[in-house]
Nanobody, 124 residues
Framework: QVQPVESGGGLVQAGGSLRLSCAAS????????MGWFRQAPGKEREFVAT????????AYADSVKGRLFISRDSANNMVYLQMNSLKPEDTAVYYC?????????????????WGQGTQVTVSS
């Protein structure tokens, strides 16, 4: 398995929380920075969060700063996106991806392995 596999999406009310999980193969995970992106209907895919290979550096889109948090569990080849204080505008398909680089990257063009996505719907 090279492609990451996401889970944890669902329907939640505004103000609620969800935690997305991403399982990656050891080869994909151990050498790469990881990221979360999202795509809402009729919109382009956009950057959400990224974490370096070491886990020591993170970066977030301005729209999610202070509400969404990315982390990684190197022992289990997992990446997480903790989503708090969710808003209706957070509704999208969320994708986990593995970069070609070890340091944080925000452009989707620098990610080569993509999961199938998990739907997050926030009701008002």
């Amino acid at each position: 398995q090279v492609q990451p596999v996401e889970s944890g999406g669902g329907l939640v009310q505004a103000g609620g929380s969800l935690r997305l999980s991403c399982a990656a193969s050891r080869g994909t995970f151990s050498h790469n920075a990881m990221g979360w992106f999202r795509q809402a209907p009729g919109k382009e895919r956009e950057f959400v969060a990224t974490i370096s290979r070491s886990g020591g550096s993170t970066a977030y889109a301005d729209s999610v700063k202070g509400r969404l948090f990315i982390s990684r569990d190197s022992a289990n080849n997992m990446v997480y996106l903790q989503m708090n204080s969710l808003k209706p505008e957070d509704t999208a398909v969320y994708y986990c991806a593995a970069s070609t680089e070890v340091v944080i990257r925000t452009s989707p063009n620098e990610y080569v392995y993509w999961g199938q996505g998990t739907q997050v719907t926030v009701s008002s």
